[in-house]
């Protein structure tokens, strides 16, 4: 019983976390130019104590969303924030996930030594003050199709967590991409979007 309850304790979360602003800014990776209309979305996820899991991904302790400037710049506030579920904030915090029609996805979040202590309350992005480089994506729709299938699966413990309405810009800009990729190849269009209607308009103007 010791033992259990000085896991339980290890597993705790801290009762607030302070984030940093985040500044960064998406370029081409051929050309190093910068992308405009880039959707970026960031989700501070907490992580419940479960011993035969691990943890278990229930909630979030914010989520963001922006969309690239015309010199490629997104940024996000800085904030604290009360954890009243005493959940644990791990790697992903924050995930940060980008994307852009045309280009392959980019996923970044930290991954930290479980051997070691936590960071604490204090929490900041490994993309601060950094260049994100889109590489383009394949000419093939199904590989592209193929891809985003994890883009959706990253993206899902948003909406598990019922903060799926914090992320429209994404859902539209990815329900546009499978309407795109269908229309190019009808094989393409297996993955699939939540949130999305499959009726998405104005597909072709900025986020």
């Not at 976390?17 to 992308?35: F, L």
């Not at 940060?96 to 070691?116: A, C, P, Q, V």
């Not at 202590?117 to 193929?146: F, I, M, Y």
């Not at 209607?197 to 072709?204: A, I, K, L, S």
């Amino acid at each position: 019983m010791a033992a259990i309850g000085v896991l339980a304790l290890n597993a705790c979360g801290s009762p607030y976390y302070t984030a940093d602003p985040i500044e960064a800014w998406v370029v081409d990776a051929e050309t190093g130019q910068p992308i405009e209309g880039a959707v970026v979305t960031a989700n501070w996820q907490l992580v419940a104590a479960s011993f035969d899991t691990g943890g278990r991904k229930l909630r979030q302790l914010k989520v963001m969303e922006t969309v690239t400037d015309k010199n490629g710049r997104f940024t996000f506030p800085g904030f604290t924030k009360l954890n009243l579920s005493l959940n644990e904030l791990r790697d992903e915090d924050p995930q940060i996930l980008i994307f852009k029609s045309g280009y392959r996805y980019f996923r970044t979040s930290h991954d930290y030594d479980t051997r070691k202590p936590s960071p604490g309350a204090h929490r900041t992005s490994p993309l601060v003050e950094k260049n994100v480089r889109l590489e383009r994506a394949d000419s093939n729709p199904q590989k592209v199709a193929h891809e985003l299938t994890f883009l959706t699966t990253e993206l899902a413990n948003i909406w598990a967590s019922h903060d799926g309405e914090e992320i429209p810009r994404m859902t539209h800009a990815l329900g546009c991409e499978r309407k795109r990729l269908v229309a190019i190849d009808p094989k393409a269009g297996f993955f699939s979007v939540m949130g999305s209607t499959g009726t998405e308009t104005n597909c072709d103007k900025t986020p």
